[in-house]
């Protein structure tokens, strides 16, 4: 499975459902702001070791697993609309980032 196969069946779901108008970029974005929040929610009140623990409870592991599912969904169907290159922005920002901070020792 890679990343354009997925957006291709994000896009053809969507479509199925005349879905198209309603994926804007401010759309999607605040669908994947909010789908973020829901991955959150799961770990707001969990200690440091709680958090670290959370996929051993199969209830909750499911939970994470379906909203770090939708916050993919969201974020590829964005990059899609806007023309983004998913796996080059974020080679592109590591990048930068091993730029902006070498390692330490």
Not at 73 to 93: F, M, T
């Amino acid at each position: 499975m890679d990343v354009a196969k997925l957006q291709r069946r994000l896009a053809e779901f969507a479509a199925a459902r005349s879905w198209q108008p309603f994926h804007t970029p401010k759309n999607l974005a605040a669908a994947l702001s909010v789908e973020a929040s829901e991955l959150v929610e799961i770990f707001q009140w969990l200690t440091p070791e709680e958090s670290a623990r959370v996929m051993d409870d199969p209830d909750t592991a499911h939970r994470v697993t379906d909203e770090v599912a939708d916050v993919l969904a969201y974020l590829l169907q964005l990059c899609e609309v806007l023309g983004i290159d998913a796996l080059a922005a974020l080679d592109a920002k590591i990048d930068r980032n091993e730029q902006r901070f070498p390692p330490k020792g």
